[in-house]
């Protein structure tokens, strides 16, 4: 894998950092790439140089962010139910300011969710597949969709009223629910 030059990071993180709190001020059709230059300390070009447009630095942000999720699966999910939970739950916290700003945003929400529920549903399938739960006949994609809805509602919920209970509070119920139903 190449390796990015640090500069070029840091950069990038600044622009995806601007754009995510221009995302919290204003409505996503209002922002202009000088909105996000101006407020990332950088010229208009090298936004252009990193990305299309402001869309493309949406989907590249998401994208970027359920690579990462998708990538923490692999390890993850050898742990027990509350281990990789609370994994999970930590990276949700640690990155809450993309997670509200996703689910809040009337522009990106759609596209955010339908790619985390993928994400979730993936996941709950390989999952259902090792285990040994579904003795009584039941669909597995009834049970693979009902688990990951209410897995991403549940975190949905969380995110958007502000993480009023701890994160290790919301792995070990989680935790204790998935293990119960897969």
């Not at 030059?5 to 996503?28: G, H, P, S, Y």
């Not at 790619?115 to 009584?136: M, P, T």
Request: hydrophobic share 40%.
């Amino acid at each position: 894998m190449k390796k990015v030059d640090r500069r070029v990071a840091k950069t990038q993180e600044a622009i995806k950092k601007a754009f995510l709190e221009l995302m919290n001020e204003k409505k996503f059709e209002t922002i202009t790439i000088q909105d996000i230059s101006d407020r990332a300390n950088v010229n208009r070009s090298t936004i252009y140089l990193h990305y299309l447009d402001k869309y493309d630095l949406l989907d590249k942000l998401i994208d970027q962010h359920i690579n990462k999720l998708t990538e923490m699966n692999v390890w993850a999910c050898e742990e027990e139910w509350l281990d990789a939970t609370l994994i999970f739950v930590k990276y949700f916290e640690d990155n809450s300011l993309f997670f509200s700003t996703m689910l809040a945003s009337k522009a990106a929400a759609p596209s955010f969710r339908s790619k985390f529920i993928k994400y979730a549903r993936d996941g709950f399938k390989e999952e259902l597949k090792k285990s040994n739960v579904n003795n009584e006949g039941l669909s597995e994609d009834i049970i693979v969709e009902f688990v990951s809805n209410a897995y991403v509602g549940v975190l949905e919920t969380w995110i958007k009223e502000g993480i009023t209970s701890s994160s290790q509070s919301l792995a070990k119920d989680l935790g204790i629910l998935m293990e119960r139903i897969l």
